[in-house]
């Protein structure tokens, strides 16, 4: 004689109670850690403009050294800033043709106004004016 049993088909799944507590640590975790992604982006864009501004004297140097500092200082006063990063793109790595697409958005180059004295490039936060030593 065959019996026959009712089988009941157990599901494992989570509860509500677990789903909710895994979505509540994942948030406390977000929260925690969005601060400092949002300052580790920031340290980020302004070590990229250090660079650049770096990158734009290396190119000053070369062109002077190339062109003679006679030559180049001459010409270079009466020209504006964009004229004068145009002269420097020869010299410069995978340089666009605006300084404002080589300057990261945030920040602002000005280039020297006088190769006499070979100073740096200026590094300027576009946000409060203020000028960052490098």
């Keep these: 004689m065959i019996t026959s049993s009712s089988s009941h088909s157990t599901y494992k799944a989570f509860s509500l109670v677990e789903v909710l507590a895994a979505v509540g640590i994942i948030g406390i975790i977000a929260f925690l850690a969005i601060p400092n992604i949002v ?3 920031q340290d980020s864009e302004r070590n990229l403009a250090i660079s650049r501004a770096e990158a734009v004297n290396m190119a000053i ?3 002077i050294q190339s062109n003679g500092k006679d030559t ?3 010409g270079w006063t009466s020209k ?3 004229e004068r990063y145009a002269a420097l793109i020869p010299y410069l790595s ?3 043709a605006a300084l ?3 300057t990261p958005a945030g920040y602002t180059i000005t ?3 006088d190769l006499n004295a070979l100073t740096k490039s200026v590094l300027t936060v576009n946000s409060d004016g203020s000028t960052i030593s490098y």
């Design 94 to 96: 995978f340089a666009p």
């Design 100 to 102: 404002t697409d080589f």
């Design 111 to 113: 280039l020297p106004a």
């Design 39 to 41: 300052q580790i982006k």
């Design 72 to 74: 180049v200082a001459s």
């Design 61 to 63: 140097v070369s062109y």
């Design 80 to 82: 504006s800033n964009q």
